[in-house]
């Protein structure tokens, strides 16, 4: 029993299910210590410490039960073992990140990376890249990500591969590579209508191509493209409404709005401001809508001054 736990500990950590993962962990690291299996109680104790530093809130008991756990996890691993000292290098790394020495954990992230690659340890690399990615900026940060997709592609997991390929279109954006953005949004939306076309994930993502259409100076085509969403997540509204499908419709209102408003139809802009307030204003708290419909007054509010030359670029989501 105990050499299956790993398995779906494992899969509840991968998949953000920390408190069933912790469970799991701590059940594995009970038996293998009864069993004389030190190598397997190392790797357990380091699990249990990245678990709870990605899930427990600082400066609790429960955090700093985090600090037994990898001291055990230390001891009883070594550099020559390598299944135990990829778990021991994440688990040291987002501990950390969670202390906000963001430099320490990305040289961690990065010692990690070289090592999973050096011992043909792709999901780990891929993990490893990815937090890279996620404690670097600037041209490091895009660099990154390209690796984590990199492994994912080594590993075969397409549906990772597909959420990277959106980080990455976020990372562009936010540098203003606009068509790489575009590139890459798209490429993931693709990937996703493959694995899962009807689900939220496509629609977001035909989102997020809309809004890098807008982006790249195109609203005519982020016009076409958004029309064609919004009867989709429309009619799924009206059947089935909930705040998630309201904030999503408010955000293709939202962003229709932006681009007839770069398209000079003002009045077209100002209904389509005017419904994505409505929309995000019934969704609640889900992705700050509440927040982002007060902010819409504000920009039908500025459809009426006089034109400055300037575009104002949507807020990044």
Request: proline share 4%; hydrophobic share 40%; net charge negative.
């Amino acid at each position: 029993q105990t050499c299956a736990l790993p398995i779906f500990a494992d899969a509840d950590y991968g998949d953000r299910r920390y408190a069933e993962a912790l469970a799991r962990y701590r059940e594995i690291h009970e038996e293998a210590t009864a069993g004389g299996l030190d190598a397997l109680a190392g790797e357990a104790a380091a699990m249990i410490a990245a678990a709870i530093a990605i899930s427990v809130p600082p400066r609790t008991p429960e955090a700093a039960e985090g600090d037994v756990w990898m001291e055990r996890a230390v001891a009883a691993s070594t550099d020559e073992d390598e299944s135990a000292w990829t778990r021991v290098l994440l688990a040291r790394g987002l501990r950390s990140l969670r202390a906000r020495d963001v430099e320490r954990a990305r040289g961690t992230f990065i010692y990690l990376y070289n090592y999973s690659s050096g011992a043909d340890r792709p999901s780990r690399a891929l993990e490893a890249a990815y937090m890279a990615s996620f404690s670097s900026r600037g041209p490091e940060q895009v660099d990154w990500m390209r690796r984590a997709i990199r492994a994912a592609q080594v590993v075969d997991d397409p549906e990772r591969e597909a959420l990277l390929w959106i980080e990455l279109g976020k990372l562009l954006d936010r540098a203003d590579d606009l068509e790489s953005a575009l590139e890459a949004f798209s490429k993931g939306r693709d990937m996703i209508a493959v694995f899962a076309p009807g689900s939220s994930e496509r629609q977001r993502a035909e989102l997020d191509v809309g809004r890098a259409l807008w982006r790249a100076d195109r609203p005519q085509e982020a016009c076409d493209h958004l029309e064609r969403l919004r009867a989709i997540v429309q009619s799924q509204h009206v059947q089935d409404p909930s705040p998630k499908s309201a904030e999503l419709l408010g955000s293709i209102l939202e962003q229709l709005g932006e681009a007839h408003a770069g398209l000079g139809d003002i009045e077209r802009a100002r209904e389509f401001f005017r419904g994505a307030q409505q929309l995000l204003g019934e969704a609640g708290e889900v992705l700050r809508a509440s927040a982002r419909a007060r902010e819409m007054t504000e920009r039908i509010q500025a459809l009426d001054r006089p034109a400055t030359g300037q575009v104002i670029p949507p807020k990044r989501r």
